[in-house]
């Protein structure tokens, strides 16, 4: 079930705010927010006038809620041109932050603070011709920012996109995205020709059931997408997804010859290490 708030931030119920903001930090207003299962859901806020990002960064997210607001770290899904600034969340029970930012509604206050970062850029990759993007879950949100970007078209020739999740609602996101890039009038000519999207859902019927680690194991991933077998001349790699996933991936990776790179070492794949709760 879908669920969109659209109401303008002007009218809306704003959240009571009963502690300072600290020092360094920005205050930013909700403009939107779209529930895709219980279990999902992004929201977009203001965009500081000064505040810089890298395509494929991530910034700490908070709430006013607290004399000391608990800070997670929360990749920018909305590319680094983008008026306003978007994140895809997932709903943890009793977490200590997003118990709370699943409640927001537009209008409502968001804390960000003000210093991005993270591995998931294109600075960190050397040239090569087709760039991977392994997602599971909400991992898909840098990814979102870098598929929106028309530097990742000149950089590549070809951009798949894949996205692993239970259930083939947690599917939505990215495939409303995509659709949504291909129109878009930025990037979509480029999309169109270089952009493919394989997702998976593990324990619902779909038209593919296996994780993405198996389908790079046994191989049979190059079978469906019709490209060559992965090599390091030609293939570069991103993960972000759960500790397990981006452990098996990055050893699938430097099975097939590539090696991890850096913002200071660029190297064939890359991986992120933050994480939401």
């Given at each position: 079930?879908?669920?969109?708030?659209?109401?303008?931030?002007?009218?809306?119920?704003?959240?009571?705010?009963?502690?300072?903001?600290?020092?360094?930090?920005?205050?930013?207003?909700?403009?939107?927010?779209?529930?895709?299962?219980?279990?999902?859901?992004?929201?977009?806020?203001?965009?500081?006038?000064?505040?810089?990002?890298?395509?494929?960064?991530?910034?700490?997210?908070?709430?006013?809620?607290?004399?000391?607001?608990?800070?997670?770290?929360?990749?920018?899904?909305?590319?680094?041109?983008?008026?306003?600034?978007?994140?895809?969340?997932?709903?943890?029970?009793?977490?200590?932050?997003?118990?709370?930012?699943?409640?927001?509604?537009?209008?409502?206050?968001?804390?960000?603070?003000?210093?991005?970062?993270?591995?998931?850029?294109?600075?960190a990759l050397v040239p090569g011709k087709r760039l991977y993007m392994f997602s599971t879950g909400t991992g898909v949100a840098p990814f979102a920012s870098l598929i929106r970007d028309p530097e990742t078209y000149e950089k590549f020739d070809e951009v798949i996109l894949t996205q692993t999740c239970r259930e083939v609602a947690e599917l939505a996101y990215a495939q409303e995205l995509v659709e949504d890039i291909r129109n878009d009038p930025l990037v979509g000519e480029f999309a169109a020709e270089k952009l493919a999207l394989f997702t998976s859902a593990t324990r619902e019927p779909y038209v593919c059931n296996e994780r993405i680690t198996t389908l790079l194991d046994n191989g049979k991933l190059f079978e469906l997408l019709d490209v060559p077998v992965m090599n390091p001349l030609e293939d570069r790699g991103m993960i972000c997804g759960s500790m397990d996933m981006i452990k098996d991936t990055k050893a699938l990776l430097e099975r097939y010859g590539l090696d991890e790179g850096s913002n200071a070492k660029p190297g064939t794949f890359v991986v992120e290490r933050a994480f939401v709760g």
């Open positions: 079930m879908n669920v969109t708030s659209t109401a303008p931030v002007a009218e809306a119920e704003t959240q009571v705010t009963t502690f300072p903001i600290p020092e360094g930090v920005f205050a930013e207003t909700v403009t939107s927010v779209k529930h895709y299962t219980d279990r999902l859901f992004k929201f977009r806020i203001t965009r500081p006038q000064s505040f810089r990002f890298r395509s494929g960064e991530f910034v700490m997210i908070g709430l006013p809620n607290a004399a000391k607001p608990v800070f997670r770290a929360y990749s920018v899904a909305s590319p680094s041109w983008d008026e306003e600034l978007e994140f895809f969340s997932i709903k943890v029970p009793n977490g200590p932050l997003t118990e709370h930012l699943q409640k927001i509604k537009v209008g409502d206050t968001i804390l960000m603070k003000k210093k991005p970062t993270g591995t998931l850029v294109l600075d």
